[in-house]
Protein backbone atom coordinates (compact mmCIF):
# COMPACT_ATOMS: atom_id res chain seq x y z
CA UNK A 1 0.00 0.00 0.00
CA UNK A 2 2.87 2.35 0.81
CA UNK A 3 4.66 1.40 -2.05
CA UNK A 4 1.33 2.69 -4.49
CA UNK A 5 1.24 5.95 -2.44
CA UNK A 6 4.60 6.69 -2.98
CA UNK A 7 4.44 5.71 -7.17
CA UNK A 8 0.91 7.61 -6.91
CA UNK A 9 2.71 11.14 -5.60
CA UNK A 10 5.84 10.75 -7.45
CA UNK A 11 3.95 11.45 -10.77
CA UNK A 12 1.98 13.97 -9.47
CA UNK A 13 5.20 15.74 -8.77
CA UNK A 14 6.82 14.69 -11.74
CA UNK A 15 3.97 15.77 -13.64
CA UNK A 16 3.02 19.28 -11.94
CA UNK A 17 6.64 20.14 -11.89
CA UNK A 18 5.84 20.16 -15.50
CA UNK A 19 2.97 22.34 -15.46
CA UNK A 20 4.48 24.63 -13.24
CA UNK A 21 7.47 25.67 -15.62
CA UNK A 22 5.60 25.39 -18.84
CA UNK A 23 7.96 22.61 -20.34
CA UNK A 24 7.12 20.24 -22.33
CA UNK A 25 7.73 16.52 -21.72
CA UNK A 26 10.26 14.62 -23.89
CA UNK A 27 11.53 11.56 -24.46
CA UNK A 28 14.55 11.62 -22.33
CA UNK A 29 12.18 12.94 -19.47
CA UNK A 30 9.71 9.84 -19.90
CA UNK A 31 12.82 7.74 -19.89
CA UNK A 32 13.31 9.52 -16.36
CA UNK A 33 9.61 8.74 -15.24
CA UNK A 34 10.75 5.14 -16.54
CA UNK A 35 13.31 4.99 -14.33
CA UNK A 36 11.17 6.10 -10.54
CA UNK A 37 8.93 3.17 -11.61
CA UNK A 38 10.92 0.84 -12.25
CA UNK A 39 13.01 1.71 -9.02
CA UNK A 40 9.92 1.38 -6.98
CA UNK A 41 8.61 -1.63 -8.44
CA UNK A 42 12.21 -3.52 -7.52
CA UNK A 43 12.55 -6.47 -5.49
CA UNK A 44 14.42 -5.89 -2.31
CA UNK A 45 14.07 -9.59 -0.81
CA UNK A 46 16.69 -10.67 -1.45
CA UNK A 47 19.07 -7.71 0.26
CA UNK A 48 17.29 -9.48 3.72
CA UNK A 49 16.88 -12.21 6.18
CA UNK A 50 14.40 -14.94 5.48
CA UNK A 51 11.21 -14.02 7.12
CA UNK A 52 12.09 -9.90 6.94
CA UNK A 53 9.94 -7.83 4.97
CA UNK A 54 10.61 -4.19 3.35
CA UNK A 55 8.85 -1.02 2.68
CA UNK A 56 10.39 1.09 0.08
CA UNK A 57 9.16 4.63 -1.21
CA UNK A 58 11.03 8.70 -1.70
CA UNK A 59 11.37 10.84 1.69
CA UNK A 60 11.54 14.71 1.90
CA UNK A 61 14.80 15.68 3.37
CA UNK A 62 13.75 19.36 3.43
CA UNK A 63 16.69 20.09 0.68
CA UNK A 64 14.28 20.39 -2.62
CA UNK A 65 15.67 16.84 -3.20
CA UNK A 66 13.56 13.17 -2.39
CA UNK A 67 15.70 10.58 -1.93
CA UNK A 68 14.74 6.84 -2.33
CA UNK A 69 14.53 4.93 1.11
CA UNK A 70 14.29 1.29 1.72
CA UNK A 71 12.84 0.02 5.58
CA UNK A 72 13.91 -3.56 6.22
CA UNK A 73 11.77 -5.16 9.28
CA UNK A 74 13.14 -8.18 11.25
CA UNK A 75 10.93 -11.39 11.43
CA UNK A 76 10.46 -10.46 15.44
CA UNK A 77 10.69 -7.67 17.30
CA UNK A 78 13.12 -7.08 19.90
CA UNK A 79 13.11 -3.49 21.03
CA UNK A 80 16.29 -2.89 19.40
CA UNK A 81 17.22 0.45 18.17
CA UNK A 82 17.31 0.86 14.36
CA UNK A 83 19.89 0.97 12.11
CA UNK A 84 20.38 4.16 9.66
CA UNK A 85 22.53 2.32 6.68
CA UNK A 86 23.96 5.11 4.46
CA UNK A 87 25.87 3.74 1.26
CA UNK A 88 28.79 5.27 -0.77
CA UNK A 89 29.26 7.08 -3.82
CA UNK A 90 26.79 6.12 -6.61
CA UNK A 91 26.91 2.44 -4.82
CA UNK A 92 24.20 -0.21 -5.62
CA UNK A 93 22.19 -2.59 -2.99
CA UNK A 94 24.16 -5.85 -4.33
CA UNK A 95 27.37 -4.27 -3.05
CA UNK A 96 25.97 -4.77 0.42
CA UNK A 97 23.92 -7.87 0.17
CA UNK A 98 25.36 -10.16 3.11
CA UNK A 99 26.35 -7.01 5.25
CA UNK A 100 22.05 -5.97 5.19
CA UNK A 101 20.87 -9.57 5.50
CA UNK A 102 23.14 -10.30 8.89
CA UNK A 103 21.49 -6.71 10.15
CA UNK A 104 17.79 -7.39 9.60
CA UNK A 105 17.65 -10.69 11.04
CA UNK A 106 17.48 -8.43 13.96
CA UNK A 107 17.02 -4.92 13.84
CA UNK A 108 14.99 -2.64 11.65
CA UNK A 109 17.26 -1.09 8.90
CA UNK A 110 16.53 2.12 7.55
CA UNK A 111 18.79 2.15 3.75
CA UNK A 112 18.61 5.50 2.68
CA UNK A 113 20.37 6.46 -0.86
CA UNK A 114 22.21 9.46 -0.98
CA UNK A 115 21.13 12.54 -3.93
CA UNK A 116 23.87 11.58 -6.42
CA UNK A 117 22.38 8.07 -7.06
CA UNK A 118 19.95 7.96 -10.07
CA UNK A 119 16.76 6.72 -7.47
CA UNK A 120 16.95 10.44 -6.17
CA UNK A 121 14.64 12.92 -7.64
CA UNK A 122 16.67 15.89 -8.00
CA UNK A 123 16.65 19.45 -10.06
CA UNK A 124 19.30 20.33 -12.41
CA UNK A 125 20.56 22.81 -10.01
CA UNK A 126 21.40 21.10 -7.30
CA UNK A 127 24.75 20.08 -6.85
CA UNK A 128 26.78 17.01 -5.00
CA UNK A 129 29.59 18.13 -2.24
CA UNK A 130 29.73 16.78 1.21
CA UNK A 131 28.35 19.62 2.78
CA UNK A 132 24.63 18.91 0.61
CA UNK A 133 24.79 15.41 0.58
CA UNK A 134 24.81 16.01 4.64
CA UNK A 135 22.68 18.37 4.45
CA UNK A 136 20.49 15.24 2.95
CA UNK A 137 20.92 13.37 5.68
CA UNK A 138 20.31 15.63 8.78
CA UNK A 139 17.17 16.39 7.55
CA UNK A 140 15.96 12.83 6.86
CA UNK A 141 17.44 11.91 10.17
CA UNK A 142 15.79 15.46 12.43
CA UNK A 143 12.19 14.35 10.70
CA UNK A 144 12.54 10.61 11.53
CA UNK A 145 13.97 10.64 14.59
CA UNK A 146 12.89 13.64 16.60
CA UNK A 147 12.45 12.82 19.82
CA UNK A 148 13.69 9.39 20.44
CA UNK A 149 17.56 8.41 19.85
CA UNK A 150 17.38 4.85 19.65
CA UNK A 151 19.00 4.15 16.83
CA UNK A 152 22.50 3.66 14.92
CA UNK A 153 24.15 5.05 11.65
CA UNK A 154 26.33 2.82 9.61
CA UNK A 155 27.23 4.51 6.89
CA UNK A 156 29.87 3.26 4.00
CA UNK A 157 32.69 5.48 2.32
CA UNK A 158 30.58 8.69 1.19
CA UNK A 159 28.09 8.01 3.18
CA UNK A 160 30.28 7.56 6.41
CA UNK A 161 31.75 11.08 5.81
CA UNK A 162 28.28 12.44 5.40
CA UNK A 163 27.28 10.88 8.69
CA UNK A 164 30.90 12.73 10.72
CA UNK A 165 29.90 15.98 9.03
CA UNK A 166 26.13 15.93 9.46
CA UNK A 167 26.48 14.78 13.46
CA UNK A 168 26.57 18.54 15.45
CA UNK A 169 23.30 19.31 13.43
CA UNK A 170 21.56 16.37 14.58
CA UNK A 171 18.59 17.39 17.31
CA UNK A 172 18.44 13.76 18.51
CA UNK A 173 22.15 11.81 18.96
CA UNK A 174 22.31 8.57 17.70
CA UNK A 175 23.33 5.92 20.24
CA UNK A 176 26.32 5.13 18.22
CA UNK A 177 27.92 5.29 14.93
CA UNK A 178 29.87 2.68 12.91
CA UNK A 179 32.20 4.30 10.06
CA UNK A 180 33.25 1.80 7.61
CA UNK A 181 36.10 3.35 4.98
CA UNK A 182 35.21 6.48 5.69
CA UNK A 183 37.02 9.28 3.73
CA UNK A 184 38.70 12.48 4.65
CA UNK A 185 39.46 13.76 0.86
CA UNK A 186 38.12 12.10 -2.45
CA UNK A 187 41.73 11.57 -4.49
CA UNK A 188 39.72 11.24 -8.28
CA UNK A 189 42.79 11.89 -10.74
CA UNK A 190 43.13 14.51 -12.56
CA UNK A 191 42.12 13.81 -15.41
CA UNK A 192 38.90 12.30 -14.49
CA UNK A 193 37.77 15.65 -13.19
CA UNK A 194 38.01 17.36 -16.89
CA UNK A 195 36.54 14.46 -18.23
CA UNK A 196 33.79 14.60 -15.51
CA UNK A 197 32.59 17.76 -17.48
CA UNK A 198 31.26 15.87 -20.47
CA UNK A 199 30.27 12.43 -18.33
CA UNK A 200 26.81 12.89 -19.66
CA UNK A 201 28.29 12.41 -23.81
CA UNK A 202 30.94 10.17 -23.14
CA UNK A 203 30.68 7.89 -20.33
CA UNK A 204 29.17 5.11 -21.79
CA UNK A 205 32.12 5.18 -24.30
CA UNK A 206 34.50 5.68 -21.51
CA UNK A 207 33.29 2.65 -19.55
CA UNK A 208 35.21 -0.07 -20.68
CA UNK A 209 38.22 2.33 -20.20
CA UNK A 210 37.56 3.31 -16.97
CA UNK A 211 36.98 -0.69 -15.48
CA UNK A 212 40.52 -1.76 -16.99
CA UNK A 213 42.04 1.45 -15.36
CA UNK A 214 40.59 0.48 -12.11
CA UNK A 215 41.04 -2.91 -12.66
CA UNK A 216 45.27 -2.35 -13.60
CA UNK A 217 45.70 0.95 -11.00
CA UNK A 218 43.26 1.64 -8.36
CA UNK A 219 42.85 -1.72 -7.08
CA UNK A 220 44.52 -4.71 -5.28
CA UNK A 221 42.82 -7.48 -7.22
CA UNK A 222 45.16 -10.14 -6.20
CA UNK A 223 43.95 -9.61 -2.34
CA UNK A 224 40.87 -7.54 -2.73
CA UNK A 225 39.19 -8.15 -6.12
CA UNK A 226 35.81 -7.77 -4.58
CA UNK A 227 36.87 -3.84 -4.97
CA UNK A 228 37.25 -4.36 -8.80
CA UNK A 229 33.60 -5.85 -8.96
CA UNK A 230 32.04 -3.21 -6.69
CA UNK A 231 32.94 -0.29 -8.84
CA UNK A 232 31.87 -2.41 -11.94
CA UNK A 233 28.64 -2.53 -10.61
CA UNK A 234 28.36 1.07 -9.59
CA UNK A 235 29.55 2.32 -13.11
CA UNK A 236 26.77 -0.15 -14.78
CA UNK A 237 24.15 2.05 -12.54
CA UNK A 238 25.50 4.93 -12.39
CA UNK A 239 23.98 7.99 -14.00
CA UNK A 240 26.26 9.63 -16.09
CA UNK A 241 25.55 13.50 -15.24
CA UNK A 242 25.41 13.27 -11.40
CA UNK A 243 28.56 10.91 -10.79
CA UNK A 244 30.45 13.76 -13.47
CA UNK A 245 29.01 16.56 -11.20
CA UNK A 246 30.06 14.92 -8.32
CA UNK A 247 33.59 14.05 -8.78
CA UNK A 248 33.80 17.87 -9.35
CA UNK A 249 32.26 18.67 -6.51
CA UNK A 250 33.72 16.70 -3.70
CA UNK A 251 37.40 16.19 -4.64
CA UNK A 252 38.00 20.18 -3.39
CA UNK A 253 37.02 18.24 0.08
CA UNK A 254 39.04 17.77 2.73
CA UNK A 255 37.84 16.83 6.35
CA UNK A 256 37.52 19.74 8.87
CA UNK A 257 36.49 19.63 12.49
CA UNK A 258 34.00 17.96 12.74
CA UNK A 259 35.28 14.49 13.72
CA UNK A 260 36.13 16.09 17.65
CA UNK A 261 32.13 16.96 17.85
CA UNK A 262 31.39 13.47 17.84
CA UNK A 263 30.31 12.90 21.59
CA UNK A 264 28.78 8.83 21.15
CA UNK A 265 30.68 5.97 20.76
CA UNK A 266 31.81 5.52 17.06
CA UNK A 267 33.48 2.06 15.78
CA UNK A 268 35.80 2.78 12.55
CA UNK A 269 36.59 0.06 10.18
CA UNK A 270 39.14 0.14 7.45
CA UNK A 271 40.31 -2.40 4.36
CA UNK A 272 44.25 -2.54 4.88
CA UNK A 273 44.58 -4.42 1.50
CA UNK A 274 41.86 -1.79 -0.45
CA UNK A 275 43.85 0.55 -2.62
CA UNK A 276 40.93 2.53 -3.93
CA UNK A 277 40.30 3.93 -0.83
CA UNK A 278 42.88 5.45 2.00
CA UNK A 279 43.59 3.06 4.89
CA UNK A 280 45.54 6.24 6.50
CA UNK A 281 42.51 8.37 6.50
CA UNK A 282 40.43 5.80 8.64
CA UNK A 283 43.17 5.67 10.93
CA UNK A 284 43.55 9.44 11.07
CA UNK A 285 39.94 10.01 11.58
CA UNK A 286 39.71 7.14 14.11
CA UNK A 287 42.45 9.03 15.82
CA UNK A 288 40.48 11.95 15.61
CA UNK A 289 37.39 11.19 17.25
CA UNK A 290 37.14 10.55 21.11
CA UNK A 291 35.48 6.98 22.01
CA UNK A 292 36.77 5.65 19.13
CA UNK A 293 37.35 1.78 17.95
CA UNK A 294 39.43 1.12 15.08
CA UNK A 295 38.86 -2.26 13.40
CA UNK A 296 40.79 -3.77 10.31
CA UNK A 297 38.91 -6.09 8.08
CA UNK A 298 41.85 -6.01 5.39
CA UNK A 299 39.73 -6.31 2.39
CA UNK A 300 36.30 -5.92 0.61
CA UNK A 301 34.68 -9.12 0.75
CA UNK A 302 34.87 -8.88 4.47
CA UNK A 303 34.09 -5.54 4.65
CA UNK A 304 31.01 -5.86 3.03
CA UNK A 305 30.08 -9.49 4.30
CA UNK A 306 28.30 -10.78 7.07
CA UNK A 307 31.11 -10.73 9.37
CA UNK A 308 30.40 -7.00 9.08
CA UNK A 309 27.28 -7.19 10.07
CA UNK A 310 28.43 -9.01 13.12
CA UNK A 311 31.26 -6.87 14.35
CA UNK A 312 28.45 -4.01 14.10
CA UNK A 313 25.65 -5.81 16.17
CA UNK A 314 28.38 -6.96 18.49
CA UNK A 315 29.70 -3.04 18.63
CA UNK A 316 26.16 -1.35 19.24
CA UNK A 317 25.51 -4.40 22.12
CA UNK A 318 22.93 -6.33 20.65
CA UNK A 319 22.37 -10.22 20.49
CA UNK A 320 24.52 -12.13 17.82
CA UNK A 321 22.74 -15.13 16.06
CA UNK A 322 23.15 -18.47 17.57
Request: charged share 20%; glycine share 6%; proline share 5%.
Amino acid sequence: MLQQFTTILMIARFFSGYKNSGKVLSWPDIGQFQNFRNIMDRDFSQYCCQGATYTSGYTDPGTGVSLFAVEFTPPESRGLPDIVFVPGLASVPDNFTGTLIGLTRYHKVHYVETREKSSASIKDSHRFSVAEVSSDLTGYLNARFMDDNRYVLVGYSLGATAIAESFRHLKSKPLSIVLIEPNGSFNFPWWSVILARGARYIFSFLKPFLKWYIMKFRVNTADDNEMYLMNCRILDAAEPRRLGLAIRDLKPYHIGDCLEGITVPVLVAGTSKDKFHSHDEALKISAGINNCTYTDLEDNTRSHSGEMAEIIIRFIKSPLPD
